[in-house]
C-alpha cells in the first residue's frame, strides 16, 4: 500500500529518540497504511547531525531503518513545484528555508500530508495539507 505520509525531518527525528506520542502514531500510522515516506532531503539533514556528531552506531542503526521505508527521490518534478513555492512565499513576503521547500514540494507532488512540528514554516503553502503527531 502507498504511503499517505510524508514525515518531516523533526517528527522522524522525535521517533528515532524514542518521543511516546510520536513512536505510538508513528507505529499505528505503519501498521494500518504501510510505511510513512521520508524525503530524500529529510535524510540528508539527519545523516548530516549524525556524521557531524561522529554517531556512527546511530548512522548504521538509522541506514537499517530506511531500508524498510518509502524514500521520496528529489526530481525535475518536484524542483519544478519548489520553485513555485519559492516564488508565492517571496511574493508573499514570506521565506521559508529551502530544504523546507522542498519537503513540501515532495509531498505536495505526491499528494501526501506532511507530518511536521514546525507547522509555522509550512502553513502558507498553498494547497499542502498539514498534521502534527507531536503533542509536547
Not at 54 to 67: G, P, Y
Not at 111 to 131: A, R, V
Request: aromatic residues 10%; glycine residues 8%.
Amino acid at each position: 500500500m502507498p504511503s499517505k505520509i510524508l514525515v518531516d525531518t523533526d517528527i522522524l527525528s522525535y521517533y528515532l529518540k524514542g518521543y511516546p506520542d510520536v513512536m505510538k502514531e508513528f507505529d499505528g500510522h505503519e501498521n494500518k497504511h504501510g510505511p510513512v515516506g521520508i524525503s530524500r532531503i529529510t535524510i540528508v539533514e539527519i545523516l548530516g547531525g549524525l556524521k557531524a556528531k561522529n554517531a556512527t552506531s546511530q548512522e548504521a542503526r538509522f541506514r537499517e531503518f530506511l531500508n524498510s521505508r518509502v524514500i521520496f527521490e528529489i526530481d525535475g518534478v518536484i524542483g519544478e513545484a519548489a520553485s513555485d513555492i519559492f516564488a508565492h512565499l517571496y511574493k508573499s513576503g514570506r521565506h521559508s528555508g529551502n530544504y523546507d521547500i522542498l519537503i513540501a514540494a515532495t509531498a505536495l507532488v505526491h499528494n501526501l500530508k506532511l507530518c511536521t512540528n514546525n507547522t509555522k514554516d509550512y502553513q502558507q503553502i498553498p494547497g499542502l495539507e498539514l498534521m502534527n503527531w507531536w503533542k509536547g
